[in-house]
């Protein structure tokens, strides 16, 4: 009669290309400028503008904008 008995399936290898895609995405994202950086640069846009109040976001956000196109 047949063998009946099943063999056991070796483990599954890990995929590299899971971590080489993580490298990958490490390496395009640049880090954040240091937070004293930004207000830094955002009170310099904020002084330009003559101490108008009402623009504090769009000032931190250039700013942020600025320094990460620099670090790039």
Request: glycine share 2%.
């Amino acid at each position: 009669m047949a063998d009946t008995t099943k063999k056991a399936k070796a483990p599954a290898k890990p995929r590299t290309t899971a971590v080489k895609k993580e490298k990958v995405a490490k390496k395009a994202a640049p880090s954040m400028p240091p937070r004293e950086e930004i207000e830094k640069l955002a009170r310099a846009y904020w002084e330009q503008r003559g101490y108008q109040d009402g623009f504090a976001e769009q000032d931190w956000l250039r700013a942020e904008q600025e320094l990460l196109k620099m670090a790039s």
